[in-house]
């Protein structure tokens, strides 16, 4: 059964500080795997998409990175703000349509 | 193009009740997909929908089921609703349903059970 785990499960920074959330699964034979934004009570947000072929993926300030074989992901984020606050989900799929998601990084940027 | 939304946003019941979630897919979009989200639990898949089919079903109770429309709007439907059964229910689509496709969410119902 694939676990996703997530660490740490809160982190609080100054603003302008790099970050790094970390994503670990049980499982390597993965199709892909995703980065998800949450803010309180509201839906899930896409951040970067990684196929199982790709080892990284860019968009703007963040950089997710996916290392297979040893069941890791990173994301990271440069110069934080504070409207960078806000829970970040890891996500996996393997084989069937679904996907299994780690419990999150509650990340707060702090003015 | 507009993206998922799902109705009612908010919604109140009380146990024995039934109730019924909509989520409309981003157009074009084939695949619907269900999940549950709960603070203990997190995010936990319910079902997948493609072209009115169920594809994969989560582990959840039959009283959990749902429903895709030629259109490829989805229902999910739960009956004689539990305490338990509190929490931001979130539909998410993808375009054709393959495993490289990525998943947009919509902003959830959030279901309260009295």
């Known amino acids: 059964k694939q676990e996703v785990t997530q660490i740490p499960a809160a982190l609080s920074v100054p603003e302008g500080e790099n970050l790094v959330l970390n994503c670990s699964f049980t499982d390597s034979a993965i199709y892909n795997l995703q980065w998800f934004r949450q803010d309180p009570g509201k839906g899930l947000t896409s951040l970067l998409l990684i196929q199982s072929s790709q080892r990284e993926q860019t968009s703007g300030r963040l950089n997710a990175s996916l290392d297979k074989s040893s069941g890791r992901s990173t994301l990271y984020i440069a110069a934080s703000q504070p409207g960078d606050s806000a829970t970040y989900l890891c996500a996996v799929k393997k084989g069937a349509q679904k996907l299994v998601f780690g419990q999150g990084t509650r990340l707060t940027i702090n003015p | 193009k507009a993206g998922v939304t799902q109705t009612p946003r908010y919604l109140i019941k009380t146990r024995g009740q039934q109730v019924t979630l909509s989520c409309s897919p981003i157009?074009?979009?084939?695949?619907v997909s269900w999940y549950q989200q709960t603070p203990g639990q997190g995010l936990q898949f319910l079902f997948e929908y493609f072209s009115e089919t169920q594809r994969n079903k989560g582990n959840f109770p039959g009283r959990f089921s749902g429903r895709q429309f030629s259109n490829s709007r989805s229902e999910m439907n739960v009956s004689t609703l539990e305490l338990g059964d509190s929490a931001l229910y979130l539909c998410?689509?993808?375009?054709?349903?393959?495993?490289?496709?990525?998943?947009?969410f919509g902003p959830g119902t959030r279901l309260t059970v009295l």
């Open positions: 998410a689509s993808r375009q054709q349903g393959a495993s490289t496709d990525t998943q947009y």
């Open positions: 157009s074009g979009h084939r695949s």
